[in-house]
């Protein structure tokens, strides 16, 4: 069974959490995890002003996800920055061209999760996993979240993300935050319940 993390990111918060997510997956007994980025828009010289380029350094080795690559997964899980709300640019230019799949019902019945991060502790999280699902249901994904059984969502001793909808973190204005451990462990969680409904519905 093959779970598919499809993510972009700027300074390495979401790979981070796609690592932690594909530990979860790897957690189910037969379960594949692989990580996938979503093509780059912003050109080179956007990308050193942002200081992004060092950072995606790190997770450089990474393969570009295919749209095509969707189709051969049991369960996909996206992650996306938030900007303003909304997925970034990037994640929406990738599913703006996975129109052939749509037409062929091609991942309908499949499982889709989604996850995320803010640079502020409300900046939106819960908006930008909502507003993703619109998409997925298009698509026909049987969307899965991050139910309260992960207890960690609970928690008031610290500031940290994670909802019902799916694992967050939060990265500070200026990137200077990186997920803590509440977090991780909210993104593992999450990696392994989808992978363990997936398992289910695929036998």
Not at 94 to 122: C, E, I, M, N
Not at 150 to 172: H, L, N
């Amino acid at each position: 069974m093959k779970v598919l993390i499809v993510y972009y990111s700027t300074y390495g918060h979401i790979h981070q959490m796609a690592e932690a997510i594909a530990q979860g997956v790897r957690d189910v007994d037969g379960a594949e995890a692989q990580l996938r980025r979503v093509p780059e828009t912003l050109p080179q010289a956007v990308l050193e002003q942002m200081g992004a380029v060092e950072a995606q350094k790190a997770f450089s080795q990474v393969p570009v996800c295919t749209v095509e690559e969707l189709a051969s997964a049991d369960a996909v899980i996206f992650g996306t920055p938030t900007r303003f709300g909304n997925m970034c640019g990037q994640m929406r230019q990738f599913l703006d061209a996975t129109g052939q799949l749509w037409a062929q019902g091609a991942l309908v019945g499949k499982v889709g999760s989604v996850f995320t991060s803010t640079a502020t502790q409300h900046g939106g999280q819960e908006s930008t996993i909502l507003s993703f699902h619109t998409t997925l249901l298009h698509h026909g994904f049987v969307i899965v979240g991050l139910p309260y059984a992960f207890q960690g969502q609970m928690r008031i001793d610290e500031i940290t993300g994670g909802s019902p909808y799916g694992a967050s973190t939060i990265a500070g204005g200026s990137g200077e935050r990186m997920p803590s451990e509440n977090e991780l462990a909210g993104a593992r969680f999450q990696g392994k319940h989808v992978a363990a409904i997936a398992a289910k519905l695929k036998s």
